[in-house]
């Protein structure tokens, strides 16, 4: 079957202020806060074909398209949504957020803090999925959505489907989980802490308080980027796609980029120190390590999970080891316990983490075929 | 069989001083320098007896026993190394030698420029396994040892090994390669380089020349020391160590010590910026980045060995994944390739790369029954 896919194309960012208060896990309560929002395609009658797209570490609202003269920067999962895409924007509804303690346009670390004129800085609390999961709901209620037709994501886009699943089973029809853990591993966390060191130990960082400096931690955000970058590619695909040969052929005995791989780490560490907030990759990192729905189940996962009523696609990626398959299948271990309905699928790629924002012959076969079977329950 | 193991107990480091100028790969000239080394057990009249334990990273010459003085600094080998152990030194003379550039007296960028009395920093070269080698050469002249019984090494210590085959075959009867890779993969280039990068944008580096400033550049340190103890141990192994638990059963929503893995890692980070060398730091996964001994042959393995003439012992451990299993049986492959005599065990353990460093039953029954069949060699 040939498909013929396209881009949304021309998106525009929207904001929906909120002035309930929001209690966090952490206690603290924000009296106000906007989420900034995109959305693609056209909401049914029955308002049954909304798909929420939930992002990962470093991604946003920005999903998919692009903005009026920005013609460069396409959304994040540019090949996953859009017309004849899996996720096709003819048949659905898909609202991409950018998480609250974003960099992105909702309220974050960076905002001014309208008590005190200032940005929040280091007083910015902590979050957690579960406040992300919160806050979503309550802009789904802004956009008159009782149930979503799926809610979806990569990484931590994915803790943020479970959660959802956990927390209002009855608005979830179907979660995709893709390239997730049910929680984090002790490596998983000790990557994060180096990345948080790393910012924090930056003398430009002030304690979070370096937006009144006129400063950011760049070289901290670098070195977390660059690590970041190690863990998301397989040892095979980095081997494939740097190699080990010496620039020139022969070592230059000096500490300029001598292999592919430091020129390529220090580029995306170089770019992300420049775009993004040093307070939110801490408010991020912290997120995914206290993500662990079985710690209120003293680990048991199958009882963490007994509250989600909606159908599951679980996908993992060989070579990821940041998220290997083992953790994909024990969330489909736990659903399977509880006689969830779950689809698992293995797919075989060389591209580590980084898999599920690529495309791929037999992860979009699947994801095709599952939003296929989706759409046909949204038909009026 | 029981065995009865002690260790060497009281050591001393001696110095050997060279002044016939050593031209090192990146073509600068040494005019002269140190090596600071220990020996332990008596090399026997033929002098056949000799085994050098080359080091990887962070060790030094000090692999077994303890300094007068100083009863808890036992040496880096110590489960390894000494009487009725699988070196043992009732039967074997023993060498441990910091390599040159090193920082535990071996002349290195800590150590004064006898020029301008100054500490070398950023002036000191660059350096590759083979200097080590040609280097460890002229101590070997030093102490009368035309051949020795056994070159041997974990990991980098391993990389020493193997380069001694390949310059003086003649010179070694057995290789004991450990925990090695023929050489680093694009993924091990990149941890490498972030580790370089935390400690070379560290603002007290300056430049490599920190010391005449009174700082040292520990920030950098650190993070490039917690970075490494992640790669040293398996995914598993630190999660059996130090689990997810959160101190206190719940988060804390702050930057402190929330799980024992940061704990951890931020002491080592900090125990370790405390006592090595920024430059010594970078001279050493430099060396690391650059060994390759199959880039003169065009990347056949088995051509860069073909002079090669000892016996070797390989040996990998399962959930070692900064240098697999695979990695060592390139080498295996290599050698057996050339008809050379080569043992390989892949030993089952949970401790990843560190594993060569810990006492394992079937480890040491290996190391065991390969160092008697040396030592029987050695009998007069």
Known sequence: M?????????????????????????GTVLPHYQLVYET????????????????ALSGSHHVAGQYAGDLHG????????????????????????????????????SSLNPVTGQPYGASFPFLTVE???????????????????????????????????IRFPERVRHALIIAAAPCLSAQNIGFNEVARQAITSDPHFYGGDFYAQGVVPERGLRLARMLGHITYLSDDAMMTKFGRELIGGAPHFSLEVEFEIESYLRYQGKKFSERFDANTYLIMTKALDYFDPARATGGDLAQALQPAR???????????????PARSREIVQALLDNRAVVSYAEIDSNQGHDAFLMENEDYFAVMFAYLERIAGECRP
């Open 310 to 324: 909606a159908q599951f696609l679980v996908l993992s990626f060989t070579t990821d080891w940041r998220f290997s």
């Open 74 to 109: 396409v959304g994040w999962w540019e090949n996953m949504v859009g017309p004849g895409k899996p996720v096709d924007t003819e048949r659905f509804f898909v609202i991409g957020v950018n998480n609250l303690g974003g960099c992105h346009g909702s309220t974050g670390p």
């Open 2 to 26: 040939t498909r013929t896919a396209s881009s949304v194309g021309i998106v525009f960012p929207q904001v929906a202020y909120f002035d309930v208060p929001l209690r966090l896990s952490s």
């Open 40 to 55: 693609y395609g056209v909401l049914n009658e029955r308002k049954d074909n909304a798909i929420l797209v939930c992002h």
């Open 131 to 165: 406040d992300w999961v919160e806050s979503q709901a309550r802009l789904a209620d802004h956009l008159g959505i009782s149930t979503f037709a799926a809610v979806m994501g990569g990484s931590l886009g994915a803790m943020q489907a479970l959660q959802w699943t």
